[in-house]
Nanobody
Framework: QVQLVESGGGLVQAGGSLRLACASS????????MGWFRQAPGKERAIVAT????????YYADSVKGRFTISRDNAKNTVYLQMNSLKPEDTAVYLC???????????WGQGTQVTVSS
């Protein structure tokens, strides 16, 4: 069964940086649109960024534009989220998602905690 495994979360001071990674065990990674979402306590899951199959198009939520960068390495079956200038309001569990636009199947990782202290 295909799995997504996130890593790279942790505790960082405001203004700091973290790099999240999400590794896929599947062989069809390059056919999936990949995305990062986050969920803070008491809040709904929200989209952070997405990247298309080839890595040529990206989308960012307004709240992270200019601070976060999503990228992917299809040879390594991995998607990354570089997070700079972190703010306390970025504190959340960050989840990786793989979406196949042909089969409409969606797969989630287990999440990684990011905590930004003020």
């Amino acid at each position: 069964q295909v799995q997504l495994v996130e890593s790279g979360g942790g505790l960082v001071q405001a203004g700091g940086s973290l790099r999240l990674a999400c590794a896929s065990s599947g062989r069809s990674f390059s056919t999936n649109v990949m995305g990062w979402f986050r969920q803070a306590p008491g809040k709904e899951r929200a989209i952070v960024a997405t990247i298309n199959c080839s890595g040529t198009r990206t989308y960012y939520a307004d709240s992270v534009k200019g601070r976060f960068t999503i990228s992917r390495d299809n040879a390594k079956n991995t998607v990354y989220l570089q997070m700079n200038s972190l703010k306390p309001e970025d504190t959340a569990v960050y989840l990786c998602n793989a979406f196949n636009p042909t089969t409409k199947r969606s797969l989630w990782g287990q999440g990684t905690q990011v905590t930004v202290s003020s």
